[in-house]
């Protein structure tokens, strides 16, 4: 008998349940309760090939930062054709979403220059959450999609976060080619995170 795909077909359609991903969600809910009491994690980036449910993987995390004491944001990457086009588009992003969470927090910071910004945001945000007894959670994805210079940012400003011991972490999800870039950043880089990887399900799992 032909079982179907739970998967709704369309990018990060959500399905009536998520089956097959109980591994996948209950270390979600572990890291997300870690970091909600303040207990450094490793950041998560969930990967695999396109149409295998990483988005909606995402979007069912993020469902459940928003039950706990976590301020979160989600930022979908879009594709450039060269590497001169938007080259702000991310550091836009990062920067409106740590105003959003200062703002939601009571406190106000300024900063200047990419990585040192982007470290400079993230210990702010990271701090001003952590007195509020808050956590930070940046949802990214279509990760592959950014550029080297935004990567390696991120990579100093998470970096910096875990050397701190402040509550902010990164949910990402792309393709396995993330994998290698982020790696090829700083010789630190594959150690921040979680790489967690996302299959088509088999019959039996589709069965459930």
């Known amino acids: 008998m032909q079982y179907p795909d739970p998967y709704t077909p369309g990018a990060g359609f959500m399905p009536?349940?998520?089956?097959?991903?109980?591994r996948l969600l209950d270390n979600a809910q572990k890291y997300?309760?870690?970091?909600?009491?303040?207990?450094?994690?490793?950041?998560?980036?969930?990967?695999?090939?396109?149409?295998?449910?990483?988005?909606?993987?995402?979007?069912?995390?993020e469902r459940m930062a928003d039950s706990r004491n976590i301020l979160y944001e989600h930022i979908e990457?879009?594709?450039?054709?060269?590497?001169?086009?938007?080259?702000?588009?991310?550091?836009q992003q990062i920067?409106?979403?740590?105003?959003?969470?200062?703002?939601?927090?009571?406190?106000?910071?300024?900063?200047?220059?990419?990585?040192?910004?982007?470290?400079?945001?993230?210990?702010a945000v990271g701090k001003a959450a952590g007195e509020a007894g808050m956590a930070i959670c940046f949802f990214i994805d279509e990760i592959q999609y950014m550029k080297s210079v935004e990567i390696e940012a991120l990579v100093v400003a998470i970096h910096r976060c875990n050397q701190l011991g402040l509550p902010v972490m990164i949910f990402g999800a792309g393709l396995p080619?993330?994998?290698?870039?982020?790696?090829?950043?700083?010789?630190?880089?594959?150690r921040l995170f979680k790489f967690e990887e996302v299959k088509a399900l088999n019959t039996n799992e589709a069965k459930r």
């Open 177 to 190: 080619s993330i994998i290698k870039t982020i790696g090829d950043t700083k010789s630190y880089a594959e």
């Open 77 to 91: 990457i879009k594709e450039r054709k060269s590497a001169k086009s938007d080259t702000g588009y991310f550091e």
């Open 16 to 22: 009536p349940y998520l089956a097959g991903r109980e």
């Open 32 to 61: 997300l309760s870690a970091i909600e009491k303040k207990y450094p994690q490793q950041s998560v980036i969930y990967f695999g090939l396109r149409g295998v449910g990483k988005t909606v993987l995402l979007n069912a995390v």
């Open 95 to 123: 920067a409106s979403a740590c105003k959003k969470f200062l703002y939601a927090l009571n406190f106000s910071h300024t900063a200047k220059g990419l990585i040192s910004d982007m470290t400079d945001l993230f210990v």
